[in-house]
């Protein structure tokens, strides 16, 4: 059974960093690995979305690696800024290709 | 488009009570999912359908029901509330195997149902 893990659950840190956040999963077995992010009260927003064949994805100031073998996914934010402050979740979709399963999230704040 | 649609944004029920909510989408998507998500606990697979006609239970599926009679839609039905089912639910949808592993997901806006 796959399961999917975040940590940390919450993040906060200064305008300007950088930063990594972390995305785990317990069967390499995957489709693919998609990030969102989720506004306070709000829905899903698709950030980034790395098939299994691919080890990483950029968009703008963010960068999503994949390693299967590990279990592992990052997504990295450069110079962070305060409208990046959400929560970030990232979902695996298994080798059936049909089911997802989330990670609980990491909440970022980034203070001005 | 309007990409994935639910109705209503908001609910309050009674216990014991039915309901059902509703997802469209308009993009021809295969794939279709329903979450619930309970602060703390991410978001956790109800029921999902792979096509038309198609349905699977996912993590949580217990006292809920779905049917895919057509490929834009796919609701899902609270046969008795309960308050343990007091969460935001959000339908998702898909294109499906054609995609491959580019297989991307997209959400609607949510429901958030209370039940008292």
């Known amino acids: 059974k796959q399961e999917v893990t975040q940590i940390p659950a919450a993040l906060s840190v200064p305008e300007g960093e950088n930063l990594v956040l972390n995305c785990s999963f317990t069967d390499s077995a995957i489709y693919n690995l998609q990030w969102f992010r989720q506004d306070p009260g709000k829905g899903l927003t698709s950030l980034l979305l790395?098939?299994?064949?691919?080890r990483e994805q950029t968009s703008g100031r963010l960068n999503a690696s994949l390693d299967k073998s590990s279990g592992r996914s990052t997504l990295y934010i450069a110079a962070s800024q305060p409208g990046d402050s959400a929560t970030y979740l990232c979902?695996?979709?298994?080798?059936?290709?049909?089911?997802?399963?989330f990670g609980s999230g990491t909440r970022l704040s980034i203070r001005p | 488009n309007a990409g994935v649609t639910q109705t209503p944004k908001f609910q309050v029920l009674k216990t014991g009570q039915s309901m059902t909510l509703q997802c469209a989408q308009d993009m021809n998507h295969e794939y279709m999912s329903w979450y619930r998500q309970d602060p703390g606990m991410g978001l956790r697979l109800i029921h999902y359908?792979?096509?038309?006609?198609?349905?699977d239970q996912g993590e949580v599926p217990n006292g809920y029901n779905v049917s895919r009679s057509t490929t834009e839609d796919f609701p899902l039905r609270l046969l008795s509330a309960a308050p343990s089912q007091t969460s935001v639910y959000f339908c998702a949808s898909s294109p499906g195997r054609l995609a491959g592993d580019s297989n991307e997901q997209f959400f609607g806006p949510g429901t958030r149902l209370t039940v008292l």
């Open positions: 979902a695996v979709r298994g080798s059936s290709a049909s089911k997802i399963i």
């Open positions: 359908s792979v096509g038309a006609g198609i349905t």
């Open positions: 790395i098939q299994s064949s691919q």
